[in-house]
């Protein structure tokens, strides 16, 4: 398998930006994740469970700062700019070493019920256990990875058998502790994609509802487009 699309996500649960390069870090590739809406009434980092809002809208990194597109055309960069498109006073914070506080449901399908959780320092991922995310074309078929977020997309088929296993992409050796269990966020309507319900409901017929493949960072390094998996 080879790298055909690489993808960075600066501000979670906000879309992201296509690169041709990364450089990754202990806590997968660098800007990844690095930014979060703050609630600052609650405490905790928005997601687009809490926001739905929040997939309205593409962000790319510059000069080490998100810069977010709306759906609707409009550039934000500041926290009162944010503040005004969603209708709610929030901040936007770099993530630092104690991780950030985040609310999901319990039940995907019953969204009344919510907990909070703490994810892993360094970024705002959702696991300590997926820094990185990849995935295949086979196993995405005619599914668009932009609702699953992978930051790695790979042409050819059987990531799934590098679980457990590990490997080198350009400089980068990454150690594959899981596959992506996947919810209801996936079927949510975002720029250039309209609302399916279908392709949860596929995921978990057809795959177990499992979709990519979450690693660690082993040594960093950095990744280009057309480098190859190789098991070390």
């Not at 870090?25 to 809002?53: C, M, Q």
Request: hydrophobic fraction near 40%; proline fraction near 4%; charged fraction near 30%.
């Amino acid at each position: 398998m080879k790298i055909v699309e690489l993808w960075r996500y600066p501000v979670k649960s906000i879309g992201g930006e296509r690169l041709d390069t990364v450089e990754v870090d202990e806590f997968g590739i660098s800007g990844d994740r690095s930014w979060g809406v703050l609630d600052p009434d609650t405490g905790n980092i928005l997601t687009a469970r809490r926001a739905p809002k929040l997939l309205m809208a593409t962000a790319r990194l510059v000069d080490d700062a998100p810069v977010i597109e709306t759906a609707d055309g409009d550039t934000i960069t500041t926290a009162t700019e944010l503040s005004d498109w969603l209708g709610k006073r929030v901040e936007l914070v770099r993530a630092g070493d104690a991780g950030g506080t985040f609310e999901n449901p319990m039940d995907v399908e019953n969204e009344s019920d919510w907990v909070s959780w703490t994810g892993p320092g360094g970024a705002f991922h959702d696991s300590a256990r997926t820094r990185i995310s990849l995935v295949s074309n086979a196993t995405l078929a005619d599914r668009d990875i932009r609702r699953f977020r992978a930051n790695v997309l790979l042409d050819g088929s059987g990531e799934d058998d590098l679980v457990h296993t590990h490997v080198r992409l350009g400089t980068v050796t990454l150690d594959v502790r899981k596959q992506i269990d996947r919810c209801i966020m996936v079927t949510r309507p975002q720029p250039g994609l309209d609302a399916d319900l279908d392709v949860l409901k596929r995921v978990i017929r057809e795959r177990n509802n499992t979709l990519g493949i979450g690693a660690i960072v082993a040594e960093p390094g950095s990744i280009s487009l057309g480098d190859r998996v190789i098991a070390v």
